[in-house]
């Protein structure tokens, strides 16, 4: 079975600190998405991850990719309020075009 | 360039009613997505297209769900009839596909949000 697994769902931080949000997925894939979505928008797109070891860093936000582990983290580095929004991975499956979302991570940041 | 375009942004119908949610995808974009949203059951992908064609369509409820694309700017998302929990934001998303240096990130449209009461 599908399954992508987000921890965690929710998640209140205060500002200036770190954390990690973590996706497992159950069966092989190598393209792993990570996208933000603020209430009541839509879901825009973060990071694209393609290969094991991959490493992606804007701003306060660092992506990576252990696809032996089937894992990844979203790190979140000195956390402001602007952060504030769900986020989601995703994967794709037997290398098609299938697109599987995890539960989304909902993360606020308190001054 | 214009981004994915969905319409009507919001519907409120009775239930028993027609529904009929529409889809423009980006522009040379050949695969299109439709999922739906809730709190209880989050993201669910319904169906996918690649070049107007339905792929995959194991994750449409049931039969009172039907998509269609029948060219490659225009796709239906009809439920006929509707029930109140079918109530949810139902996205539209499209990409370019894999081949090449394509990457397969999604490209959303701002959703549309229906009330069935």
């Given at each position: 079975?599908?399954?992508?697994?987000?921890?965690?769902?929710?998640?209140?931080?205060?500002?200036?600190?770190?954390?990690?949000?973590?996706?497992?997925?159950?069966?092989?894939?190598?393209?792993?998405?990570?996208?933000?979505?603020?209430?009541?928008k839509s879901l825009e797109s973060l990071f694209v991850l393609l290969s094991n070891g991959a490493v992606k860093q804007e701003g306060r936000l660092?992506?990576?990719?252990?696809?032996?582990?089937?894992?990844?983290?979203?790190?979140?580095?000195?956390?402001?309020?602007?952060?504030?929004?769900?986020?989601?991975?995703?994967?794709?499956?037997?290398?098609?075009?299938?697109?599987?979302?995890?539960?989304?991570?909902r993360l606020t940041v308190k001054p | 360039d214009a981004g994915v375009i969905q319409s009507p942004r919001h519907e409120v119908t009775e239930m028993?009613?027609?529904?009929?949610?529409?889809?423009?995808?980006?522009?040379?974009?050949?695969?299109?997505?439709?999922?739906?949203?809730?709190?209880?059951?989050?993201?669910?992908?319904?169906?996918?297209?690649?070049?107007?064609?339905?792929?995959?369509?194991?994750?449409?409820?049931?039969?009172?769900?039907?998509a269609k694309m029948p060219n490659a700017s225009f796709s239906t998302l009809k439920i006929q009839p509707s029930e109140p929990r079918d109530s949810?934001?139902?996205?539209?998303?499209?990409?370019?596909?894999?081949?090449?240096?394509?990457?397969?990130?999604?490209?959303?449209?701002?959703?549309?949000?229906?009330?069935?009461?």
């Amino acid at each position: 079975e599908l399954k992508v697994e987000q921890n965690p769902l929710f998640l209140s931080m205060q500002e200036g600190k770190n954390y990690t949000i973590y996706c497992n997925y159950s069966t092989t894939s190598d393209r792993l998405y990570w996208y933000r979505q603020d209430p009541g928008k839509s879901l825009e797109s973060l990071f694209v991850l393609l290969s094991n070891g991959a490493v992606k860093q804007e701003g306060r936000l660092m992506a990576s990719l252990d696809t032996k582990a089937r894992l990844s983290t979203l790190h979140i580095t000195a956390a402001v309020h602007d952060l504030s929004a769900t986020y989601f991975c995703a994967v794709v499956f037997d290398n098609n075009n299938d697109m599987r979302f995890g539960a989304g991570t909902r993360l606020t940041v308190k001054p | 360039d214009a981004g994915v375009i969905q319409s009507p942004r919001h519907e409120v119908t009775e239930m028993g009613q027609e529904v009929t949610l529409r889809c423009k995808p980006i522009s040379g974009h050949n695969s299109l997505f439709w999922y739906r949203q809730t709190m209880m059951r989050g993201l669910e992908l319904l169906i996918y297209f690649n070049n107007n064609v339905p792929i995959d369509d194991s994750g449409m409820p049931e039969d009172r769900f039907s998509a269609k694309m029948p060219n490659a700017s225009f796709s239906t998302l009809k439920i006929q009839p509707s029930e109140p929990r079918d109530s949810a934001v139902y996205f539209c998303a499209s990409n370019p596909g894999l081949a090449g240096s394509n990457t397969g990130e999604l490209f959303f449209g701002e959703g549309s949000r229906l009330t069935v009461l």
